[in-house]
């Protein structure tokens, strides 16, 4: 004996009263072994993989499930949750509802469901109303959960219960669903959904006088025997309560007999054994005037010898790469019109030429219709496939500047059939290696390996170069045997002076005093490890001027720094005079013989030509040789 429990709901749910009954009530209680049972239909599906659907028990174990049997009868509904990604959900769509007729009435959808102390999670129900089987726009009645420890709608034991659903007043059309849908909340730790004895209100009305029979038509006028029969529709008959309808055949439209394969239905399917024609009409009839009414006649053939056509689709197979903006052209041949199922990825969903663009690997049929009515098919199959998985490695990424380094391709092997790989390489190579230089401080290669289906994958590899140094100097006279020296080169990670006297420096700008004259062969060596140093060699002159024949000769200069000429005065000496112009390194670059008349004079050097640094005047007279230091600035 079964407990049942019924409770009342807000937000949508009531109690069904007599005062709410309709004319009609109409139900589902999962008996037959079809499902979805016929006029349902499952609408939407989601979850991944394991996702949760609608399907038919007779009964559910302990375990598994929440252990149960059907409310009434042999069948119930069950919603797989148990196990689901959490967040699968499926709708149960219901066959159509016709209330143009209910007038002011209310009306109302009710169903038992199952609710168990098992699994503590939210897997739910939630009913829906609309005008179509879509959540689309829909009208929430209602909601409820499966564990019946939860507080919402109602707190309640282990069993079956009744939760009726009001339907709004505004749906008033021919065509209307309610919609089930069951959302998996606990994945792995929830329970699964069971529901049976779902009711709905109908209104339907009597037939009165004679009834309107209505049209007849089928679906193709030419029956290809081999393959199947023709579908007959009987549209826009009188459709209430007490209307029969019966169908007759005949082979001559004059004498008809009533034919056995269907009655009461507005759509069947009509097919003959023999190759010739058939004659159809339908009889409507009212129970309660007892008046009738013919259909039109309709004439289909029946041809028992034909074959359906074969199908042929060029390429019979396809492949696309990944990211392609273009689809592949699909074109078939063998019949007079075509379909094609399913239509995603699609240009058009018929005719004898398409393009195919699937985001993921597709099976397409397509069928075919011959000038017989016949139908064939053929599948084939649009395969998404990726661009090969390369590594591109190198065997050094840090060289000297200008060498070179080998850089190789490797393809990692994917299953399926062998596949033959084309290299493309910025050097212009088209093996899976090359050799590159670094050119600069870095360089970057590129490779572009496509497969046997022209997909394509590029990778990049960056060599950098150390960069070769390059030696350069700069020496300024700081007086006497007093030096600076500076290195000017570039890519130098350290330098090495050696001045050809025992002593060395490390600095990148020393400054030396010699301890005697002399010309001195100074090394400079500029290092870039690992690359190869860079190394140079110069003279320098180095002269310990003394400074007692400059102060006997009261020597002076100006400007200094100077430009285009500086005026060299020296006083006190009647005698021949030289006077020299030596730059850092001790060259001599001007000179000039004067002889003083009065012990008051001077001479004009000009030094626009001269390029700017630091340099000695020099004065050579019988009591020696003075110096001056001074500076080229332009």
Same mark, same amino acid.
């Given at each position: 004996?079964?407990?049942?429990?019924?409770?009342?709901?807000?937000?949508?749910?009531?109690?069904?009263?007599? !005062?709410?009954?309709?004319?009609?009530?109409?139900?589902?209680?999962?008996?037959?072994?079809?499902?979805?049972?016929?006029?349902?239909?499952?609408?939407?599906?989601?979850? #991944?993989?394991?996702?949760?659907?609608?399907?038919?028990?007779?009964? @559910?174990?302990?375990?598994?499930?929440?252990?149960?049997?059907?409310?009434?009868?042999?069948?119930?509904?069950?919603?797989?949750?148990?196990?689901?990604?959490?967040?699968?959900?499926?709708?149960?769509?219901?066959?159509?509802?016709?209330?143009?007729?209910?007038?002011? %009435?209310?009306?109302?959808?009710?169903?038992?469901?199952?609710?168990?102390?098992?699994?503590?999670?939210?897997?739910?129900?939630?009913?829906?109303?609309?005008?179509?089987?879509?959540?689309?726009?829909?009208?929430?009645?209602?909601?409820?959960?499966?564990?019946?420890?939860?507080?919402?709608?109602?707190?309640?034991?282990?069993?079956?219960?009744? /939760?009726?659903?009001?339907?709004?007043?505004?749906?008033? =059309?021919?065509?209307?669903?309610?919609?089930?849908?069951?959302?998996?909340?606990?994945?792995?730790?929830?329970?699964?959904?069971?529901?049976?004895?779902?009711?709905?209100?109908?209104?339907?009305?009597? *037939?009165?006088?004679?009834?309107? @029979?209505?049209?007849?038509?089928?679906?193709?006028?030419?029956?290809?025997?081999?393959?199947?029969?023709?579908?007959?529709?009987?549209?826009?008959?009188?459709?209430?309560?007490?209307?029969?309808?019966?169908?007759?055949?005949?082979?001559?439209?004059?004498?008809?007999?009533?034919?056995?394969?269907?009655?009461?239905?507005?759509? @069947?399917?009509?097919?003959? @054994?023999? =190759?010739?024609?058939?004659?159809?009409?339908?009889?409507?009839?009212?129970?309660?005037?007892?008046?009738?009414?013919?259909?039109?006649? $309709?004439?289909?053939?029946?041809?028992?010898?034909?074959?359906?056509?074969?199908?042929?689709?060029?390429?019979?197979?396809?492949?696309?790469?990944?990211?392609?903006?273009? #689809?592949?052209?699909?074109?078939?041949?063998?019949?007079?019109?075509?379909?094609?199922?399913?239509?995603?990825?699609?240009?058009?969903?018929?005719?004898?030429? $398409?393009?195919?663009?699937?985001?993921?690997?597709?099976?397409?049929?397509?069928?075919?219709?011959?000038?017989?009515?016949?139908?064939?098919?053929?599948?084939?199959?649009?395969?998404?496939?990726?661009?090969?998985?390369?590594?591109?490695?190198?065997?050094?990424?840090?060289? *000297?500047?200008?060498?070179?380094?080998?850089?190789? %391709?490797?393809?990692?092997?994917?299953?399926?059939?062998?596949?033959?790989?084309?290299?493309?390489?910025?050097?212009?190579?088209?093996?899976?290696?090359?050799?590159?230089?670094?050119?600069?401080?870095?360089?970057?290669?590129?490779?572009?390996?496509?497969?046997?289906?022209?997909?394509?994958? $590029?990778?990049?590899?960056?060599?950098?170069?150390?960069?070769?140094?390059?030696? %350069?100097?700069?020496?300024?006279?700081?007086?006497?045997?007093?030096?600076?020296?500076?290195?000017?080169?570039?890519?130098?990670?350290?330098? /090495?002076?050696?001045?050809? !006297?025992?002593?060395?420096?490390?600095?990148?700008?020393?400054?030396?005093?010699?301890?005697?004259?002399?010309?001195?062969?100074?090394?400079?060596?500029?290092?870039?490890?690992?690359?190869?140093?860079?190394?140079?060699?110069?003279?320098?002159?180095?002269?310990?001027?003394?400074?007692?024949?400059?102060?006997?000769?009261?020597?002076?200069?100006?400007?200094?720094?100077?430009?285009?000429?500086?005026?060299?005065?020296?006083?006190?000496?009647?005698?021949?005079?030289?006077?020299?112009?030596?730059?850092?390194?001790?060259?001599?670059?001007?000179?000039?013989?004067?002889?003083?008349?009065?012990?008051?004079?001077?001479?004009?050097?000009?030094?626009?030509?001269?390029?700017?640094?630091? /340099?000695?005047?020099? $004065?050579?007279?019988?009591?020696?040789?003075?110096?001056?230091?001074?500076?080229?600035?332009?």
């Amino acid at each position: 004996m079964k407990k049942i429990l019924t409770y009342a709901m807000s937000m949508g749910l009531a109690f069904l009263g007599s !005062d709410l009954m309709a004319q009609t009530v109409t139900g589902q209680g999962f008996e037959g072994t079809a499902f979805p049972p016929a006029g349902w239909q499952t609408v939407g599906f989601g979850g #991944g993989p394991g996702a949760p659907t609608w399907s038919r028990r007779t009964t @559910a174990t302990a375990g598994t499930t929440p252990a149960c049997t059907p409310f009434g009868g042999a069948g119930m509904a069950r919603f797989s949750s148990r196990g689901a990604t959490a967040g699968g959900t499926q709708t149960l769509g219901s066959p159509v509802i016709d209330l143009s007729k209910r007038g002011s %009435a209310n009306s109302y959808i009710s169903l038992y469901m199952f609710r168990d102390t098992v699994y503590n999670t939210d897997d739910s129900v939630t009913v829906w109303f609309n005008t179509s089987r879509s959540l689309t726009g829909a009208k929430r009645l209602g909601g409820i959960t499966r564990y019946a420890k939860k507080t919402y709608p109602d707190s309640v034991a282990h069993g079956w219960y009744k /939760y009726s659903f009001a339907i709004p007043s505004s749906f008033t =059309g021919t065509t209307n669903y309610f919609l089930i849908q069951a959302t998996a909340r606990g994945g792995a730790n929830g329970g699964n959904i069971f529901i049976d004895s779902v009711t709905w209100d109908a209104y339907p009305t009597f *037939c009165e006088g004679k009834p309107d @029979a209505g049209t007849l038509s089928a679906s193709t006028y030419y029956v290809c025997g081999a393959v199947g029969p023709s579908t007959i529709t009987l549209a826009g008959n009188t459709a209430s309560t007490g209307i029969s309808i019966k169908y007759e055949t005949s082979t001559d439209s004059a004498t008809f007999t009533t034919n056995a394969w269907t009655t009461n239905v507005n759509t @069947a399917n009509f097919s003959a @054994a023999i =190759g010739k024609y058939r004659y159809i009409r339908a009889i409507v009839s009212c129970a309660s005037s007892g008046q009738a009414d013919t259909s039109n006649c $309709i004439r289909i053939w029946i041809d028992n010898t034909a074959t359906p056509p074969t199908i042929t689709v060029t390429p019979a197979n396809a492949t696309l790469c990944a990211g392609a903006t273009t #689809g592949v052209k699909l074109v078939a041949s063998g019949a007079l019109t075509y379909s094609w199922t399913p239509t995603t990825g699609l240009s058009s969903n018929t005719g004898d030429t $398409i393009y195919a663009l699937p985001t993921a690997s597709t099976f397409y049929t397509v069928a075919g219709i011959d000038d017989k009515g016949c139908t064939g098919q053929r599948n084939v199959a649009v395969q998404i496939q990726n661009g090969p998985n390369v590594t591109l490695t190198a065997s050094d990424t840090m060289v *000297c500047e200008g060498d070179s380094v080998q850089l190789t %391709a490797t393809v990692a092997p994917v299953g399926g059939p062998p596949q033959t790989y084309t290299y493309a390489w910025s050097t212009g190579s088209t093996t899976s290696t090359t050799f590159a230089k670094a050119n600069g401080a870095s360089s970057s290669y590129q490779v572009s390996v496509k497969n046997t289906a022209g997909c394509e994958t $590029i990778k990049t590899k960056t060599i950098y170069g150390v960069l070769k140094p390059s030696a %350069a100097y700069k020496v300024t006279s700081l007086g006497g045997r007093k030096f600076q020296f500076e290195f000017t080169g570039s890519n130098a990670a350290d330098v /090495y002076w050696n001045y050809s !006297d025992g002593n060395e420096s490390f600095q990148p700008k020393p400054t030396y005093t010699f301890s005697a004259d002399g010309t001195f062969k100074i090394m400079l060596i500029a290092n870039n490890p690992p690359c190869l140093s860079d190394t140079m060699y110069f003279d320098l002159k180095v002269t310990n001027v003394g400074t007692r024949a400059q102060s006997l000769m009261n020597l002076s200069m100006m400007p200094n720094p100077a430009s285009d000429q500086v005026l060299v005065k020296f006083n006190g000496v009647e005698a021949n005079l030289e006077v020299m112009l030596v730059d850092a390194l001790g060259r001599e670059v001007y000179r000039q013989a004067y002889s003083s008349v009065n012990g008051n004079q001077g001479v004009v050097i000009p030094t626009n030509t001269l390029t700017e640094g630091l /340099y000695q005047v020099r $004065i050579k007279s019988k009591e020696g040789i003075s110096s001056l230091g001074l500076q080229v600035a332009h």
